[in-house]
T-cell receptor
Framework: GENVEQHPSTLSVQEGDSAVIKCTYSDSASNYFPWYKQELGKRPQLIIDIRSNVGEKKDQRIAVTLNKTAKHFSLHITETQPEDSAVYFCAASTGNTGFQKLVFGTGTRLLVSP | SAVISQKPSRDICQRGTSLTIQCQVDSQVTMMFWYRQQPGQSLTLIATANQGSEATYESGFVIDKFPISRPNLTFSTLTVSNMSPEDSSIYLC??????????FGQGTRLTVV
């Protein structure tokens, strides 16, 4: 089955710096790659996602890149702010729309210091 | 988006007892998913609940321990049976909408003493 690895496990940056989180997946059939942000005591919330037919997607300060050949994808956060502090999870899925069986990475705890 | 109401939000239970978690969605969905998030860990899929059929369990999870009901297209329950302290976790239900985005309930924080 699918296996998703995520690095680093913790990441500390200064406000205004960029943060990069990387994930690799094992199943070449995976076609959907979402990123979730989970604040302490709250549910995971989708922040950005990318499909296998796209190499890069951007939404304001966050972007995701996908390299299908290498089977890895990355989350990029620019101009980080203290409110970006949270745990971030990547995930991969091989399901069709309506049946997205997500396999999650191990998570990255991001701390943005003022 | 999807509105998912999950309850209870938290509970403290005695070992050997069972707890049933409910998940209500604001509109019909084909499949509902149940995840476990152990303290400080990632999310692990327990099972997929399809209305009108038995749930499909992931490796390491069995129906006797985590029975699931799916009586209609907007509701599901997960029961954690014969609980032990190792079952202390956050349990989350999830549905998928539109282009594949997964939405989560607020979670049930379970502590077994």
């Amino acid at each position: 089955g699918e296996n998703v690895e995520q690095h680093p496990s913790t990441l500390s940056v200064q406000e205004g710096d960029s943060a990069v989180i990387k994930c690799t997946y094992s199943d070449s059939a995976s076609n959907y790659f979402p990123w979730y942000k989970q604040e302490l005591g709250k549910r995971p919330q989708l922040i950005i996602d990318i499909r296998s037919n796209v190499g890069e997607k951007k939404d304001q300060r966050i972007a995701v890149t996908l390299n299908k050949t290498a089977k890895h994808f990355s989350l990029h956060i620019t101009e980080t702010q203290p409110e970006d502090s949270a745990v971030y999870f990547c995930a991969a899925s091989t399901g069709n729309t309506g049946f997205q069986k997500l396999v999650f990475g191990t998570g990255t705890r991001l701390l943005v210091s003022p | 988006s999807a509105v998912i109401s999950q309850k209870p939000s938290r509970d403290i239970c005695q070992r050997g007892t069972s707890l049933t978690i409910q998940c209500q969605v604001d509109s019909q969905v084909t499949m509902m998913f149940w995840y476990r998030q152990q303290p400080g860990q990632s999310l692990t899929l327990i099972a997929t609940a399809n209305q009108g059929s038995e749930a499909t369990y992931e490796s390491g999870f069995v129906i006797d321990k985590f029975p699931i009901s799916r009586p209609n297209l907007t509701f599901s329950t997960l029961t954690v049976s014969n609980m032990s302290p190792e079952d202390s976790s956050i349990y989350l239900c999830s549905v998928v909408r539109g282009g594949g985005e997964a939405f989560f309930g607020q979670g049930t924080r379970l502590t077994v003493v």
